[in-house]
């Protein structure tokens, strides 16, 4: 019913420019806070990859799909914007960094399906 390229068109693409408004956000935070902020990664794409897989498994109607979608988005706000505050850190995709940066995939992962639960 649900191929891959439409959930990623239509509902994980917005999902990963709320991500990067998340790392804008915490950019300009950064450039008003006098503390230094550490930059920290996040594999935006493997989460919602993940997140795409384990959807496409299931056969649900549009419905069901666009409320999981809408819960998934919250839960990943909720948990970048956390583990930021945790880390004292900028959060940017693990695209957007060579080398250098500690990469918090995993704990944000771990809040987000914590939320799920």
């Known amino acids: ?3 891959r ?21 915490l950019t300009v935070a950064w450039l008003w806070y006098d503390a ?5 990664t996040v594999n935006i794409r493997k989460l919602t990859q993940d997140f795409i897989n ?3 498994k299931q ?5 069901a799909l666009n409320k999981r979608v809408a ?5 990943l706000d909720k948990a970048l914007q ?6 004292h ?19 944000v992962n771990n809040l987000t399906l914590t939320a799920s639960h």
Do not use: C
């Open 5 to 25: 390229r439409v959930i990623f068109s239509r509902y994980i693409l917005p999902l990963i420019m709320g991500g990067v408004g998340v790392a804008i956000t």
């Open 59 to 63: 056969d649900m109607g549009e419905p």
């Open 82 to 87: 956390k583990v930021a505050d945790e880390h």
């Open 36 to 40: 230094p902020l550490q930059i920290a």
């Open 54 to 56: 384990a959807q496409v």
């Open 71 to 75: 819960e998934f988005s919250q839960q």
């Open 1 to 3: 019913m649900w191929n």
């Open 89 to 107: 850190a900028v959060l940017v995709p693990s695209e957007a960094v060579i080398v250098g940066a500690k990469d918090v995939t995993l704990e």
